[in-house]
């Protein structure tokens, strides 16, 4: 299982190693050597490279990979911001063991002003022991390593990255690739730090996995690892009452295309039977449509409950394009009152903009699982004061909301983050730019709707979506629509046994 460790948690497992027997330098030494090892594959032995130290461990892991490239033949310059003198612990040996001298960077300020002499930079000045913006000297480095022509390779994390939330801390390099150690960090895989980090690599130096029962772990990659197992798969026995009976709320009647959407991807990734419930003329547009999704005409409170009191009807998607009038807030609250699995998605969001308190009672007195689908401007209405709280990471946004409203939130973007009240937050990474149409949220919806009604956990059935989602986008391709997706469902639902 992928687990992400936020810095201040990463520095606990490092003190943990060390208390169990390893020694920090030991550490050190392995860090060091994967950092030349990535750098000696990014650049051949007659280009030049400089090594950017900083004060303190990520300069340690700095100067043991330029050791390693000088043995190893490299032409190598050391600059290091600060002086030698003021080195501490781990760094102060790893700095003595050299065999030759660093630069201190602010002698060789000029020179280090243009940096095309260079084929690899290998940025080691901060990693994530930065709390504050970049100034001065570091400053004036970073901007110059991004004006350059050369790669660069980052040690931890590109200088000026914050590793818990992934926001540039006044200014940031941008790294052709990066080393980091024993786990990735939030802020790898969150924009825009994970477009400025390049090629990651997780180098293993020695942290046992033992550390784990007392290091508390942030959030997870989503992998299929992580829910592989509870990926529903129809019983050779069962029949179609098994796999649930997912309902989708249609829109009115120019307003019927999402709920289409949901219902076929719902459809596709297994529920049992599926019913798109919508106005009269509504109705009429999607039974032209449908062959095995059924339609129910269905017009108002009463007769919404009346078709709810079918108890094999076990989840519900409300909100692709349902209309931001009150009865779609009376529907949420119906079908939460009736104990449904329930997708709350774009307008069923925000028809609850300044009542969130109201939607949170709804949700935590229905014994049905919700889980909700907000792109961050669907988020901002309902939780205002988390949206634009800037000390925030989106995992902290996320989790925060699930947890004051009670479901799993699926906050989406490139970088969609899943939460679960329990406090379980899984990062994705899977998506494609070509997700940025409209409509692949409605599919998304739907594939959460389809895996609830087959029984899927809450977080589960949303984490598993949202990779579904993203692995059918992949597999899709460029210039995707909507209805693509879907098709390529069956494939992604394949990916997920055969990943690794």
Not at 69 to 94: I, N
Not at 283 to 300: D, K, L, Q, T
Request: proline share 5%; glycine share 12%.
């Amino acid at each position: 299982m992928h687990e992400l460790l936020e810095p201040i948690e990463m520095g606990k497992a490092d003190r943990l190693t060390i208390e169990a027997g390893r020694s920090g330098m030991e550490l050190m030494e392995k860090a060091g050597l994967a950092v030349a090892n990535a750098a000696s594959r990014m650049t051949t032995y007659e280009r030049r490279i400089v090594v950017l130290a900083g004060p303190g461990n990520n300069g340690g892991d700095a100067f043991v990979a330029a050791r390693h490239l000088v043995r190893r033949g490299h032409v190598v310059d050391l600059f290091l911001l600060g002086a030698p003198e003021t080195l501490k612990g781990d760094a102060r040996e790893a700095y003595n063991g050299l065999g030759f001298v660093a630069v201190p960077m602010e002698q060789a300020f000029g020179p280090l002003q243009e940096l095309g002499p260079y084929d690899l930079i290998i940025d080691g000045l901060f990693g994530a022991g930065l709390d504050r913006p970049l100034e001065g000297a570091a400053l004036a480095i970073a901007e110059a390593i991004n004006d350059s022509q050369a790669k660069v390779l980052a040690i931890d994390l590109p200088s000026g990255l914050d590793g818990r939330t992934g926001q540039v801390l006044g200014a940031a390099v941008k790294a052709d690739a990066t080393v980091t150690f024993f786990r990735a960090k939030p802020g790898h895989y969150i924009y825009p730090g994970r477009g400025l980090c390049g090629a990651l690599t997780i180098a293993q130096i020695g942290i046992h996995e033992t550390v784990f029962p007392e290091v508390a772990v942030a959030a997870y990659l989503n992998t299929p690892e992580l829910w592989r197992a509870k990926l529903p798969r129809p019983s050779e026995d069962g029949h179609k009452y098994d796999r649930g009976h997912l309902v989708v709320y249609s829109g009115s009647v120019f307003q019927t295309g999402a709920a289409r959407l949901a219902a076929m991807s719902g459809q596709r990734v297994g529920a049992g039977l599926t019913t798109v419930v919508a106005p009269p003329d509504a109705a009429r547009i999607h039974a032209a449509h449908f062959s095995s999704i059924m339609v129910r005409s269905v017009e108002g409170h009463k007769a919404l409950q009346s078709l709810l009191s079918d108890s094999r009807i076990n989840s519900f998607v409300i909100g692709p394009a349902a209309g931001t009038e009150a009865q779609t807030r009376s529907a949420v609250e119906l079908v939460a009152s009736l104990n449904r699995h329930l997708v709350l998605d774009a307008d069923a969001i925000s028809v609850f903009e300044g009542a969130t308190k109201a939607l949170a009672s709804a949700l935590q007195g229905s014994s049905g699982s919700c889980v909700m689908t907000p792109h961050m401007g669907e988020f901002s209405r309902l939780f205002p004061d988390l949206a634009h709280d800037k000390k925030l990471s989106k995992l902290d946004q996320a989790r925060t909301a699930s947890a004051m409203i009670g479901a799993t939130v699926v906050l989406k973007g490139p970088d969609t983050v899943i939460a679960a009240p329990d406090g379980r937050v899984a990062l994705n990474s899977n998506g494609s730019p070509w997700l940025a149409t409209g409509g692949s949220g409605d599919v998304l919806a739907g594939i959460v709707g389809g895996l609830l009604a087959q029984g899927v956990a809450e977080f589960e059935a949303a984490a598993m979506a949202v990779w579904l989602h993203g692995a059918a986008a992949q597999s899709a391709g460029a210039m995707l629509v909507p209805e693509d997706l879907i098709a390529h469902l069956p494939r992604a639902y394949a990916q997920a046994f055969e990943a690794l």
